[in-house]
């Protein structure tokens, strides 16, 4: 857990690093299984290791749907809890109540926050800003971490004491405050076909039906063939 400033839409966030493809819970642990299993299979005992080898896949498809379904669990799988910002790869930040859901966003670091301002500190609003500290957006917004505090806050935006009075901006200082803020536009891609249909396959009430389905499949299979085979038996 990181301190973050006093924000209506952010209630906690917390540090989190991506574990290498070996160190993952959903890697590890089941190639050490399905080798296990494996090695049952060649020591001649065939039965004994396709009901262990059903389970482990069976276990393994459970836990990569939880990982879809639930973002806690997915992080404790593929990622590590860190206290250092510096390991930190991620921020997993949970929003205040009418704000969305749990979001695991990237933490961006190893950049300049305004090109060609070198090593010098930025002021905005009587407040300095170090020129490349690390940042997280959330909700259209840029998150940054101040390393006297340790703590994140809201990148804040240009005030005018009076806008009748204001005469523009000069070509450096328009860059500048491009730098900082970006472009004044909302991007709001359009998820392609494969993915909405993947979410929907994925849907937990859908795996459930699908599941009871194919038990009912299996007990009718059963109950048609079964009296054929003790007749023909």
């Not at 969305?100 to 966003?105: E, F, H, V, W």
């Not at 500048?176 to 536009?185: E, H, T």
Request: proline share 6%.
């Amino acid at each position: 857990m990181i301190d973050i400033e006093e924000n209506s839409s952010i209630r906690t966030v917390s540090l989190w690093r991506a574990r290498r493809i070996t160190e993952r819970l959903d890697i590890w642990p089941f190639m050490i299984a399905y080798s296990t299993c494996f090695s049952v299979y060649f020591s001649n005992d065939v039965k004994l290791s396709l009901i262990l080898m059903g389970g482990v896949l069976l276990l393994h498809i459970l836990l990569a749907l939880l990982c879809f379904w639930n973002l806690k669990i997915r992080c404790k799988v593929g990622f590590s809890s860190v206290k250092n910002i510096k390991r930190a790869t991620h921020i997993l930040v949970e929003p205040c109540d009418l704000f969305g859901d749990l979001m695991l966003c990237e933490l961006v670091k190893d950049y300049q926050l305004v090109e060609g301002c070198g090593d010098e500190p930025i002021l905005i609003n009587d407040k300095s800003i170090s020129p490349n500290p690390p940042y997280f957006s959330f909700c259209h917004q840029k998150y940054l971490f101040d390393e006297e505090s340790g703590c994140f806050f809201l990148l804040p935006y240009p005030t005018f004491s009076s806008p009748f009075s204001f005469q523009g901006l000069s070509h450096k200082e328009a860059g500048r405050r491009y730098s900082l803020w970006g472009d004044n536009s909302i991007h709001l891609p359009v998820p392609p076909f494969l993915s909405l249909l993947l979410e929907h396959l994925l849907a937990p009430f859908f795996v459930f039906q699908v599941v009871c389905l194919l038990l009912w499949f299996g007990i009718f299979l059963f109950s048609q063939f079964y009296p054929s085979y003790q007749v023909l038996g």
